[in-house]
Every structure is written in C-alpha cells, then in structure tokens.
C-alpha cells in the first residue's frame, strides 16, 4: 500500500496579487489559472469512422475584480490604459505563504457597465504563458 500524504488546505481569504510592481489583491475577488479547450473532428472514407477529440490549447489568468472608476491607481483603470502590453503577475493564494505562481499576461480591458444597484464587476480572461510555481518564503 502506498503511503498517505497528508493534506494542509487553506482557505482563501488574505491572497496577494502583484502585477509588475503593483499590489491589487483590494481590487481583486477571484484569480484563476485555466486552460483553453477546443474540439477537433476527423472524418474518414467510411460514415461511422468519425473521431473527436480535445485539444489542450492557451494559458489563461482570469481575473474578477471590481470596477472602480474614481480612483485612478485602481485595477480597473490600469488595465483601460494598458490593454494589449504584457506584464508580469506574481499571485500567493496566501499572502503569509510560501507558494508563489507567477507568469506573464497579456492585458485585456475590462468590459464598462453594470446592472443597477449592483457593484460592477467583471472576470477578465487574459491570454498568459504557463504560470511558474516556486516556494518563497515571505520576509
């Protein structure tokens, strides 16, 4: 029998999210690292042979954050003004931790407007290299 690891979940609750040299993790609820999916089909010379099969495709780091249009400095903003440049994200699912994943995005703006009475919000899917995963220790 092979032997137990032992498990050590957190929750997320207190996460740092720094983008280049910027700390966001106020303006943030949610970051995400996922993968593309597409469908691929062949077809051959007979009707039954039809196959079809997942691709893995792209990075992604979705972001949800709030949108926050008075304070200039604000994520929002940020990401207004520098849709389509690339920069570096460094997310720890605790900010007293040790894991760190950081990758490189490319930035998409975050779509304007929202419902009445709600806060506008908005997850961003930005296209990112594979995200690196290291042990760092917080000083």
């Known amino acids: ?3 137990q690891v032992a498990a050590d979940p957190r929750s997320i609750k ?7 040299t910027d700390t966001y993790e106020l303006h943030a609820s949610t970051v995400v690292w996922g993968k593309t999916t597409t469908q ?3 077809k ?3 009707p039954d042979a039809v196959y079809t099969d997942s691709v893995v495709g792209d990075h992604l780091c979705n972001i949800t954050l709030v949108h926050d249009y008075q304070n200039e400095d604000s ?6 003004d520098h849709e389509g440049e690339q920069a570096e994200v460094t997310y ?5 931790g040790d894991f760190v994943q950081t990758a490189t995005i490319t930035v998409v703006a975050p779509d304007v407007g929202a419902a009445v009475g709600t806060f506008g919000e908005s997850t961003i899917a930005c296209p990112s290299t594979k995200p690196v995963r290291t042990f760092t ?3």
Request: no cysteine; charged share 10%; hydrophobic share 55%.
């Open 1 to 3: 029998m092979a032997p």
């Open 14 to 20: 207190n996460f740092l999210l720094q983008i280049g």
């Open 40 to 42: 691929v089909q062949w």
């Open 44 to 46: 051959g010379g007979t």
């Open 75 to 80: 994520l929002f903003n940020w990401m207004i």
């Open 92 to 96: 720890r699912p605790d900010a007293d």
């Open 137 to 139: 220790p917080v000083a």
